[in-house]
């Protein structure tokens, strides 16, 4: 599992793992629009003349934004995926394939698709894009995987499909205890209906 033990508890150790990952992709957000104000032909920052330098024109503009928005995106997707591996239960090897998979996925896709698009890397810098893409999609095919109805059983039991858990010491003194409770209301009833009934005939013999 990967934020929580298999007998509910918290596990100190993957929250820690979640909350520098989830650290890590708010900074990387920060410096990634950071490094992209300046290079705006329309925002405040225009006035440097960075977009002129670098020779952003008109005719690559929207590719440039669809690159920017995949940049900027997959992050908060892999943030999004690190809460859901910490609050839901999964088996132990869907965290382990999962966070270094979307966590190079959305760094590769980030320098990858900014450096094609801002910098005019070439092709290689859109290759290094769309294997960041595959890495995070991957991830997701993982995570779909992982979150099925057989395998969050499983990893909610700690127990295989089709494997009967066996009880602890506690919920066999307990089934113990309310088996010894429920035959003893058993015995209880037909011992009491006679003398009941016992009752009610002396209580007419004395009436005669």
């Known amino acids: 599992m990967a934020g929580r033990s298999i007998n509910g508890t918290r596990n100190t150790q993957h929250i820690l793992t979640t909350e520098v990952l989830l650290w890590a992709v708010v900074g990387w ?3 990634l629009v950071v ?3 300046p290079l705006s032909a329309t925002g405040p920052l225009a006035g440097l ?3 002129d330098r670098l020779g952003l024109d008109e005719a690559g503009r929207v590719g440039r ?3 920017l928005y995949h940049s900027l995106a997959v992050p908060f997707v892999a943030a999004l995926v690190y809460l859901m591996l910490d609050a839901l239960p999964f088996e132990a090897w869907v965290p382990r394939r999962v966070r270094p998979a979307i966590t190079a996925g959305y760094l590769l896709t980030s320098i990858g698709g900014l450096s094609f698009a801002y910098l005019r890397a070439g092709p290689i810098a859109h290759g290094v894009f769309l294997v960041g893409l595959s890495l995070t999609f991957y991830a997701g095919v993982v995570l779909w995987w992982g979150l099925r109805p057989v395998a969050t059983d499983v990893a909610r039991s ?3 499909a089709g494997v009967r858990p066996v009880p602890t010491p506690s919920e066999q003194t307990s089934t113990r205890a309310d088996a ?8 209880r ?3 009491e209906a006679p003398s009941t ?3 009610e005939a002396s209580t007419q013999v004395d009436a005669r």
């Not at 010894?180 to 015995?187: I, W």
Request: charged residues 10%.
């Open 29 to 31: 957000e920060a410096l």
């Open 35 to 37: 490094l992209l104000s």
């Open 49 to 51: 003349g960075l977009a």
């Open 65 to 67: 934004i669809v690159m």
């Open 158 to 160: 700690g127990v295989p």
């Open 180 to 187: 010894q409770h429920n035959s003893t209301q058993e015995g």
């Open 189 to 191: 009833f037909p011992t």
């Open 197 to 199: 009934g016992s009752k």
